[in-house]
């Protein structure tokens, strides 16, 4: 794709500069999840954001707002590119236009990473436009790794799988969610995409405890942590990421800090955006916990 | 079947309200059984394409309100599920649903201002093209104007109107009064297009709309001004023409223009 004048940044650790402890993945710092609402004020101000998250599927268009903002953005900052309509555990066959365009999206950005969610997201050419969860079995985990084995060999690259948030258990799963997502990354060599908040949600939902599922986690394949607010509604959550992150989860992110070493970690939010220096706030908390556990200096390459 | 792919179909059958077979699936607990969790999955199902349309159909919302425009969406997500990858795509088919479906069709205002907010939605993200500027035209030497093509910039699309749906959409967007429906006397036609990163509207006329589908057909400048014989006398077409031309490229329209 035509892309002319754009400056891919250094600012990337290369393999003999990692942070001690952090099992020799790359380390991006400290980001924000890119959304339309504070394109202007990220071209303008620069704001202190190591690195930016994209959703693809808002960039697989022909022009416009959209590529423009992506594009120059991309000239400051590190970009990953994260989906919501891959299907991974989907049953259709994985839909090759998405996947021509994910490609072609990539050649454009360049992103350090590309994530997806270990969830199904449509049946019979409807996509449902949300992250639905899939039965804990060794059927189910047999498919998954299957299918991402194509889409790596399509991408030519390893991709990240993200936990999501769930409300509720099939009778046919006989397995963990922590053990499933395990085996599927393991199966598959596939990294995975950690979201805390995704964690403390399920864990409430569903009733068990978290820092069970964290100290199941193999270390050495998570590449990125999610950190987002959601909806209490008493006795259950909702992942809505339209609220600020909760203190259970920073206490959360802190014991995962400790597990896994310094980890990429995103903030997400995608509604009732605030003012961009709130984002920012949380941002530099994330920075601090980081900075406590381990040489700032190191963290903040 | 696989036990996978037969878990996908009953839940689907769930979200699009055709059985709640799934729920015998689910395991229940206390205080917050099967039901309840599944409902969670079909309303975000339905309110997170709902909220899709509103964002692409904003004046329509505001025009019918809350809880029609929810139950229009309603109506709407049976008839044309998501096929797309992006919600980008969703709300495409909302113009025609409006037109043909019995419950909408009566009020043709309603399709008619879909079908402006759609069409704004195009122009949006419509592909990236090198625009065309004045001065490159001058170049063109006179004796090869009568085979000059004009091909227009991707996210330039005109709609005619025969109600007044474009005061309706104006008012909804300046927050002044929304005036009554009511059927033009003559339908009025308007040119949108995206010009740098801004969407750009304004009425045309009934000649420049001519001209506009005679560009868009492929027809060169000369075959452009005998379109336009049936709004000018001969003599005139050329000087209406190249006016026309000049406006279009001063305005951005202009993608490319080649010489047969």
């Keep these: 794709m035509d892309n002319p004048g754009k400056v891919i940044p250094s600012r990337r650790l290369s393999e003999d500069r990692q942070p001690p402890g952090s099992a020799g993945r790359p380390f991006l710092g400290y980001g924000l999840g890119l959304r339309p609402d504070y394109y202007e004020i990220i071209l303008a101000e620069k704001p202190d954001v190591d690195w930016f998250e994209v959703i693809s599927e808002n960039y697989m268009v022909e022009g416009g707002k959209p590529l423009y903002y992506l594009d120059r953005i991309r000239a400051d900052y590190p970009v990953v590119m994260h989906g919501v309509s891959l299907s991974i555990g989907g049953t259709d066959p994985l839909d090759s236009e998405y996947l021509c365009q994910l490609k072609l999206l990539a050649e454009r950005v360049e992103p350090e990473w590309i994530s997806d969610h270990l969830c199904w997201t449509g049946l019979g050419g409807n996509n449902f436009h949300d992250l639905m969860p899939l039965p804990y079995t060794e059927e189910a985990i047999k498919h998954v790794v299957a299918r991402v084995r194509q889409v790596q060999d399509y991408l030519g690259r390893q991709i990240l799988l993200e936990n999501v948030s769930s409300y509720l258990t099939y009778c046919d799963s006989n397995l963990t969610e922590w053990e499933f997502y395990t085996a599927v990354v393991e199966e598959a060599d596939c990294l995975m995409l950690f979201d805390i908040n995704n964690v403390y949600v399920s864990a409430i939902n569903h009733g068990f405890d978290p820092l069970e599922y964290l100290k199941f986690v193999p270390v050495e394949r998570v590449r990125q942590f999610h950190l987002a607010g959601h909806s209490d509604y008493g006795h259950y959550l909702i992942d809505t990421h339209d609220h600020p992150i909760v203190q259970p989860v920073w206490d959360l992110y802190t014991e995962a800090l400790a597990l896994f070493g310094p980890v990429s970690t995103l903030i997400e939010r995608d509604d009732c955006f605030p003012p961009i220096s709130e984002l920012l706030a949380e941002l530099n908390q994330a920075r601090t916990l980081g900075g406590s556990l381990f040489s700032d200096s190191l963290v903040r390459q | 079947m696989s036990s996978l792919q037969d878990v996908q179909i009953a839940f689907k059958r769930y979200l699009f309200n055709e059985d709640n077979d799934i729920a015998s699936r689910i395991v229940n607990t206390p205080g917050f059984d099967s039901h309840q969790r599944l409902s969670i999955y079909g309303n975000a199902y339905r309110s997170r394409l709902i909220e899709a349309l509103s964002i692409d159909y904003s004046a329509l919302h505001n025009l019918l309100g809350n809880d029609e425009f929810h139950q229009l969406g309603l109506d709407y997500i049976e008839f044309y599920p998501s ?97 009554v429906p009511q059927q033009l006397q003559d339908p009025v036609s308007f040119l949108i297009w995206r010009q740098g990163l801004d969407t750009r509207y304004r009425s045309i006329e009934p000649d420049e709309k001519v001209a506009l589908e005679a560009v868009q057909e492929g027809n060169n400048f000369a075959e452009l001004c005998e379109e336009l014989v049936v709004y000018l006398r001969p003599e005139e077409t050329a000087l209406r023409a190249a006016s026309l031309l000049k406006t279009w490229l001063a305005e951005g329209l202009v993608g490319e223009l080649s010489i047969e």
Aim: proline share 6%; with cysteine; glycine share 4%.
């Design chain 2, 83 to 179: 096929t797309y990858y992006s919600l980008r795509w969703f709300g495409q088919n909302l113009p025609h649903f409006l037109k043909t479906d019995e419950t909408y069709k009566n009020r043709v205002w309603l399709g008619e201002l879909a079908e402006f907010e759609w069409t704004f939605v195009n122009a949006f993200d419509a592909k990236d093209v090198k625009i065309v500027e004045i001065d490159d035209a001058a170049q063109i030497p006179p004796d090869s104007w009568p085979g000059l093509k004009i091909t227009l910039h991707p996210s330039v699309y005109w709609i005619t109107c025969s109600w007044n749906c474009f005061a309706i959409w104006k008012a909804i967007k300046n927050a002044s009064e929304i005036p």
